[in-house]
């Protein structure tokens, strides 16, 4: 996925909003909490992060080409990242993108999920 894509999918997702920061990184926010970190190496290879839940997480931590968080696991949180190949086809990720940006909404509260045109649940 390039950095294109990744921010037009981010983009289209309901009561987004997107920062560059944390050393370039493109971080993807709905209300205000983080659901989608972007940044590339070098040479152009993806680095995406996403919340995933728990049955999730336990599956991809192992899988190739993805790995716990840095940072953001260790300290107990349930964060995957895509960096390299084999990884996760753009569909997949795509997916895993939107789920996280549902869990993260899911844990604003009804105001503020209400405010942002959110369902409820």
Known sequence: MTRDEYNAF???????????QWGGSHVWKVGGKVFAIGGWDDKGRP????????LAYEMLKDKRGLRPAPYLASRGMKW????AKPGLADKALKAYLA?????VALGL?????????LPER
């Open 80 to 83: 995957i990242q895509h960096y």
């Open 47 to 54: 680095h995406i992060t996403f919340k995933t839940s728990d």
């Open 109 to 117: 509260s009804g105001k503020k999920r209400k405010e942002l045109g």
């Open 10 to 20: 981010c983009g289209s997702l309901p009561a987004t909003s997107h920062v560059v």
């Open 99 to 103: 789920e996280s940006h549902r869990i």
